[in-house]
């Protein structure tokens, strides 16, 4: 009987219902939109920040060369330590934080002799991975999992990168290609002499990209790791490794603190600044977005209080009939209960749905990520669509039971 | 059926609604069981304050109401309301049906407020009034006085003691009216207490006793047959007609005041 007094009332009052249903559907579309987008918002953002560049700098313990990124200093380059090229992929198979590495580029460093266009300049080579393949590693396509300098940097290229493997070929920094005249296709000439034994290697390398860094490597020549290796005769070391990884949800210092600790030889510095204010804009932003889903689930609770307080009001009488027909006052308000939930459950799920979409888009339009699915916003919204109309609702309700049904009654 | 004892007792009944408005004023007087009384009086004379005191819908300022053994006046809205649907059946002037349920389920509402939903016993009461045909009616789709019935059925549904009835044929014309008269005649014939309010002498008439109230005040608690020596007033209802000498062969069997 209760589920027919309740469906009896709601088919009654279509129009009504079909109000306060849009009420609710258009505060959960908004709400859902924002949770969705929410939450992904997180890890997307983060994904962004990695387009600033590295954030971790991984070193040998002993090591104290002044390479590297801005503000951090391991040192001089005359002390010779080293990190085994093959410990690298530990890195991105660290338990906690291996699936936060974006990418890691390592480098080795040489001081070399660079000669075009009748011009000499010393300057450093850094070999590199540009993009390359680790082989006992599998990215999410299934295919090998390619690390980098084209996957962790923000340089600009003007040509093409060198391809991987490629050891006759390099890349150079702005500065130097400027002081030394040089565009992609020019040939240079690079020699490095051995300070302990006094002997010279050379090389040539075709000039395939300028890169504008933005720091200090705009005076360096860039070339691939194993080509720089057999250069120097350090075949299978590396300098210092630089790491991408995703500050959320661990933080850049937990990242390093875990390499570490996974390779007992090195030394991993997280950016400090940069990861930090990186943190602190995810939590805020992430915390924005969270309100202005908090404030559209308020909206609603407005605007379907106001509508099922109307509706509640007009019932008055029909509540004094049940009441001097022998409704007790629980009775009467599970009933009413019941419809605006269900009006919430109704509302709540098109609104989701509503909003899910509106989220997808939002999220490929606005911020040009990837349009993601959110299932856990449809049950949230419909939970939250629930409660805001049940709770919008109970005041009316407690109100017209407060009154007697005599009153009620006597207005006809 | 006749149960001849005590069933209503009232004691210096007040009722104020506020410093000015006094809706009754230490209003006496008692209902035997079986028994069928009129309130009768002028607007604002206090006549549906006191069925709404007497249906457990409002309470007094001062006084007593005793209905059975159970003192009303004392109780909260809860229990009022638990005893109103146990022992108390209310019919309208104006039927208060719910619109959008159909008569069996206006019937079944209250069966389903007392606890205890039996279908066929509902199509059963509404068969006793006369709507065996007319079950799945909504309110719009049924006249005044099939209105009045399904009204009478909801309240008799649930068994009470008594039935209290504000102005019931009010509303009609007089062929429902004396229908639904001669339903409550029948009910009342049946061992049903029947306390009705009324502004028509005829309708009153019926009855086996005449309370009287004027500006709050019970001026008078007589037989109904005293009606038959005064010259008809104006007739704000619509009677229906009356039927007095039936009713003087009722008052010698129930032995009212």
């Not at chain 1, 390779?263 to 997280?270: Q, T």
């Not at chain 2, 009045?148 to 068994?159: D, G, Y």
Request: net charge positive; proline share 4%.
């Amino acid at each position: 009987m209760f589920r027919r007094l309740v469906g009896r009332s709601m088919a009654a009052r279509k129009a009504r219902v079909a109000l306060a249903v849009l009420a609710v559907l258009a505060g959960a579309a908004a709400a859902s939109a924002m949770l969705s987008v929410s939450f992904s918002f997180e890890d997307n953002l983060a994904r962004e920040f990695r387009n600033f560049g590295p954030n971790i700098v991984v070193a040998p313990r002993s090591d104290t060369i002044e390479v590297g990124l801005p503000g951090i200093s391991f040192g001089s380059i005359t002390e010779q330590g080293y990190i085994n090229e093959s410990d690298l992929s530990t890195i991105k198979r660290l338990p906690a934080s291996g699936d936060s590495i974006v990418g890691y580029a390592p480098f080795l460093y040489q001081l070399v002799l660079a000669f075009a266009y009748g011009k000499n300049v010393n300057t450093v080579l850094a070999g590199t991975y540009f993009a390359h393949p680790e082989a006992n590693l599998t990215g999410p396509d299934g295919k090998a999992w390619t690390t980098g300098l084209q996957k962790i940097s923000s340089w600009g290229v003007r040509g093409s990168w060198v391809a991987d493997g490629d050891a006759d070929r390099c890349m150079v920094g702005a500065g130097l290609a400027k002081m030394m005249s040089l565009r992609p296709g020019a040939l240079l000439k690079v020699t490095y002499k051995n300070p302990s034994t006094g002997l010279s290697s050379t090389r040539m390398l075709n000039v395939t990209g300028i890169a504008t860094t933005g720091g200090t490597e705009d005076t360096m020549i860039f070339t691939n790791l194993a080509a720089a290796q057999e250069l120097s005769s350090r075949p299978g070391l590396v300098h210092i490794v630089q790491v991408s990884a995703l500050t959320s949800p661990a933080s850049a210092e937990d990242i390093a603190r875990e390499i570490q600790s996974a390779l007992p030889s090195v030394e991993a510095k997280s950016r400090l600044q940069l990861s930090k204010s990186e943190s602190d804009l995810i939590r805020q932003t992430g915390s924005l977005v969270t309100m202005i889903a908090a404030v559209a689930m308020g909206a609603t609770a407005l605007g379907v209080a106001a509508t099922m307080s109307t509706g509640v009001l007009e019932r008055r009488r029909e509540i004094g009939i049940m009441k001097a027909v022998g409704a007790g006052r629980r009775r009467v308000a599970s009933m009413f209960l019941a419809e605006a939930s269900l009006v919430g459950a109704a509302g709540g799920l098109f609104g989701a749905l509503a909003g899910l979409a509106l989220g997808m888009v939002i999220e490929e339009r606005v911020f040009g990520w990837p349009a993601t699915f959110q299932p856990a916003v449809l049950p949230l919204t419909m939970a939250l669509s629930i409660l805001v109309a049940a709770a919008a609702s109970a005041l009316p309700i407690w109100r017209a039971l407060a009154i007697g049904p005599a009153s009620v009654l006597r207005g006809g | 059926m006749v149960d001849a004892a005590e069933l209503i007792r009232v004691r210096k009944l007040t009722k104020q609604y506020d410093e000015r408005t006094t809706a009754l004023d230490r209003v006496s007087f008692s209902v035997s069981g079986g028994e069928w009384v009129s309130v009768m009086g002028p607007s604002g004379s206090g006549k549906t304050t006191l069925l709404n005191i007497l249906g457990c819908l409002d309470s007094p300022t001062s006084g007593s109401v005793k209905i059975g053994d159970t003192e009303i006046t004392g109780l909260g809205e809860e229990r009022l309301t638990k005893f109103r649907r146990e022992n108390i059946g209310l019919v309208f002037q104006q039927y208060h049906l719910i619109p959008y349920l159909s008569a069996l389920e206006n019937v079944l509402m209250a069966q389903y407020f007392s606890g205890v939903v039996d279908e066929n016993d509902a199509r059963h009461v509404l068969e006793e009034v006369g709507l065996a045909d007319r079950l799945g009616y909504r309110p719009t789709q049924l006249s005044g006085g099939e209105q009045q019935r399904v009204c009478i059925a909801r309240a008799l549904v649930n068994a009470p003691r008594l039935l209290l009835a504000d102005e019931p044929t009010g509303n009609l014309d007089s062929e429902n009216g004396r229908k639904v008269l001669d339903l409550l005649e029948k009910l009342n014939a049946d061992g049903h207490t029947v306390v009705m309010v009324t502004h028509s002498n005829e309708v009153a008439s019926r009855s086996d006793r005449l309370l009287r109230l004027v500006d709050a005040k019970l001026v008078s608690d007589s037989s109904s047959a005293i009606l038959a020596q005064e010259r008809p007033g104006p007739e704000r209802d619509r009677p229906a007609s009356p039927r007095p000498a039936t009713k003087k062969d009722r008052l010698k069997k129930v032995g009212g005041t």
